[in-house]
């Protein structure tokens, strides 16, 4: 059964868990999301202690815009939907991964991954002779 804001006692975030957040100055954590079964980078957005509460009691991947000041769970205007399978926090307490099966495009702009569109020039290392490939 899901977690409601209505639950008694699962009204904030466990301290325990909001003990190992390092926040940003706007009380912010970058939440990098991965499609759990393929490793894929679908994209990368933002969580207060509510939005993460609310993720990992909501099964659903619930992030803060930063651009409209409100919570926004992914999927339900769109129909994209982000079902959580699994969630990480990295050493330093700065970064969660959080591991979705998605439904559609991650990405607003249609795209599978917010990473498809702008593939950077680079040069590419080899790890075999350390030098760039060539």
Not at 39 to 63: C, P, Q
Not at 94 to 106: H, M, N, R, T
Request: hydrophobic fraction near 40%.
């Amino acid at each position: 059964m899901p977690v409601t804001e209505s639950s008694p006692g699962l009204t904030e975030l466990d301290p325990a868990i909001a003990a190992l957040l390092k926040r940003d100055e706007h009380g912010l954590v970058a939440a990098v999301v991965q499609q759990h079964d393929t490793g894929e980078v679908l994209m990368l957005g933002w969580m207060d202690d509510e939005a993460l509460r609310r993720t990992l009691a909501d099964g659903r991947v619930t992030f803060w815009s930063r651009s409209r000041r409100a919570y926004w769970r992914k999927g339900d205007t769109s129909g994209h939907v982000q079902w959580v399978k699994g969630i990480r926090l990295d050493c330093d307490g700065d970064a969660l991964l959080v591991q979705v099966d998605q439904v559609g495009a991650a990405c607003h702009t249609g795209d599978r991954t917010c990473f498809d569109a702008r593939v950077l020039p680079v040069v590419v290392g080899d790890r075999t002779t350390g030098s760039p490939d060539a």
